[in-house]
């Protein structure tokens, strides 16, 4: 009976099963800005913990919207189950070099979902994915621009450094 069931999915069935690897990514993802967000407040850094609390809630809603959407077509979506995660970091520029490394990765996997779903012809799956496609873009965005302020943060200390170094100068 099982098998007859998947057999009537609006989706297709390796389709199905990467979207439940999917939803497990996307717990994974929010369980790491858990621990992101947790490392900032211990150290102080408190609009950064705030960004990774609602950057937790969010793939947390991307996981469910996935769910949600496997169980609207006839599957069978899994609850996920994650591992541990890194709660030990040196810096901000780190947090943030892998939050852009680890959403890279999942931009990757949505690509493969896309990829999969247009060869099984599955374009439900396909049209649904879009919206991943540009979320994932602007992720990626996102964290980019976070790094660049770090970076440019670097900057400008060394400026403000250097301004010190000439007030040197004049005092001679």
């Known amino acids: 009976m099982k ?10 069935i390796e389709v199905m099963d990467m979207l439940n690897d999917q939803i497990q990514k996307e717990a994974q993802s929010s369980t790491a800005y858990l621990a992101m967000a947790s490392w900032c407040d211990q150290q102080g850094l408190e609009n950064s913990a705030q960004f990774f609390y609602a950057q937790a809630e969010e793939e947390r809603t991307h996981m469910m ?3 949600r959407f496997i169980n609207d077509n006839g599957g069978n979506a ?4 994650t591992s541990a995660v ?4 040196t810096s901000l520029e780190e947090v943030f070099s892998d939050a852009l ?6 931009t990757k996997s949505i690509h493969k979902l896309v990829a999969k779903s ?6 439900a799956t396909d049209a649904f994915l879009q919206w991943f496609v540009t979320e994932q873009m602007e992720e990626e965005q996102t964290m980019r621009r976070a790094l660049d302020i770090l970076k440019l943060g670097e900057k400008m200390s060394l400026l403000q450094l250097d301004e010190r170094i000439a007030e040197l100068n004049t005092a001679q």
């Open 86 to 89: 890194n709660h030990d970091f």
């Open 101 to 106: 490394a680890h959403e890279v990765g999942i």
């Open 65 to 67: 919207k996935i769910f």
């Open 118 to 123: 247009r060869a099984e012809h599955d374009y």
């Open 78 to 81: 899994m609850a996920p189950a």
């Open 3 to 12: 098998d007859i069931a998947r057999q009537e999915l609006s989706i297709h």
